[in-house]
Nanobody
């Protein structure tokens, strides 16, 4: 069974940091890209960052460039999202999902699957 499980969310003040984890199981991790997405209340789900598990190539949304860093530990089948300099507008439920590498550039939620249950990130001002 393909499964992605997010963890690491929480409440943090503006300017603070959090590290999210996405643990994958049930598929060949190296064959897929893993993406982080977020959805705030009343808004559409949007791509935040993606990483190829095979070659480490990455992509970031403009809104998080320079503040967020995605990384992968293939030995643990886990992808991390280090979030620094958090802003209130980063508040959302964060999800991870998998897709073939070709979808890294567009980072569109419709192209990703096997969604996790999400983890809440709340940034207070």
């Amino acid at each position: 069974e393909v499964q992605l499980v997010e963890s690491g969310g929480g409440l943090v003040q503006a300017g603070g940091s959090l590290r999210l984890s996405c643990a994958a199981s049930g598929f060949t991790f190296d064959d897929y890209a893993i993406g982080w997405f977020r959805q705030a209340p009343g808004k559409e789900r949007e791509g935040v960052s993606c990483i190829s598990s095979s070659d480490g190539s990455t992509n970031y949304a403009d809104s998080v460039k320079g503040r967020f860093t995605i990384s992968s530990d293939n030995a643990k089948n886990t992808v991390y999202l280090q979030m620094n300099s958090l802003k209130p507008e980063d508040t959302a439920v964060y999800y991870c999902a998998a897709a073939p590498d070709i979808f890294i550039a567009t980072m569109a939620p419709r192209d990703f699957g096997s969604w996790g249950q999400g983890t809440q990130v709340t940034v207070s001002s």
